[in-house]
């Protein structure tokens, strides 16, 4: 029993891998045709949604608290609006093979944080060696986008500070009220989608005709798979198995982000992005050394 149990686990990880690993692709794809802050908003209300429903029929409910809400917000912002919008934005001049091995370095931006913000995460030398090996990847890997221009440049940056985005959130969740997990990603999402609704009816003009269903198909199936279906994947993998065990997907997620965007849409690839997605790995490698 335990084996098949220990199977499953894994099969749910590498769906988890697969849906968030190929985000970047579906990125890439939707906005071909379709503005980062149309992306965004489809792809949170989609998940709000499907997860709100959800909850409801287990039998929950939404909190009615507005200091729950505040949470929710808060975390609705660094969570998923601004990091979803950097990503989206930054994918419009930067690969999605490229973004994704970018934002393998939030587990190490999270490891700093911690460090001054979570009681009892202080780091060592393992840390800070791991931590220097991951921002020297990080280095190596901007380099051809550098030579891309100003545009390049800034959609790299945008893609770093999105990873360190979700690291801040990581953060926020552990000192922010706890919630039942189904529930809190509900909220977080309907929040995320109230918050960005005035931005984006007053900053987006849609072109339905020059909008292509490759494009759309896209958006819908973010909002499904790598937002909705993934958080659920997400909270059971958790429970099931433990963070420990959910930590190998920071391994993963680059991997497979790299190799849809070589192998599906024909990205091109560099040895130095090799190399450096080497070294990140190395450097998250690191960091699980104790003294």
Known sequence: MKSNSALFNWFLLLCLVALWGTSFMFTALSVESVDPLT??????????????????????????????????????????????FLITWGQLSVNSGIAGMIMAIMPLMTMLLAHYFVEGENLNRYKVIGFIFGISGIVILLGPVFEGGPRAVLGGIAIFIAATSYAVNTILVRRLPRFSPMVGAAGVMIAASITLL??????????????????????????????????????????????????????????????????????????????????????IALTRFRA
């Not at 039998?59 to 608290?65: A, N, Q, S, T």
């Not at 200091?67 to 975390?75: D, E, G, S």
């Not at 420990?244 to 391994?251: C, D, E, V």
């Not at 560099?270 to 450097?283: D, E």
Request: glycine share 6%; hydrophobic share 60%; charged share 10%.
């Open 39 to 84: 992306v965004v908003f489809a792809r949170i209300l989609i998940a709000a949604l499907i997860l709100t429903s959800v909850v409801y029929l287990r039998g929950d409910r939404l909190p009615f608290e507005g200091r729950k809400w505040l949470a929710f917000i808060a975390m609705g912002f660094f969570g998923n609006l601004l990091p979803f």
């Open 198 to 283: 005035p931005f984006w009816l007053t900053q987006t003009t849609l072109n339905f005709d020059q909008i292509s269903l490759r494009s759309i198909n896209s958006v819908i199936w973010l909002g499904i798979g790598p937002t909705a279906i993934a958080t659920m994947i997400l909270f059971a993998v958790i429970e099931r198995a433990g963070p420990t065990f959910l930590s190998t997907i920071n391994y993963m997620i680059p991997v497979v982000a790299f190799l849809s965007g070589a192998y599906i849409l024909s990205e091109p690839v560099a040895i130095s992005s090799l190399f450096a997605m080497a070294i990140i790995l190395a450097g």
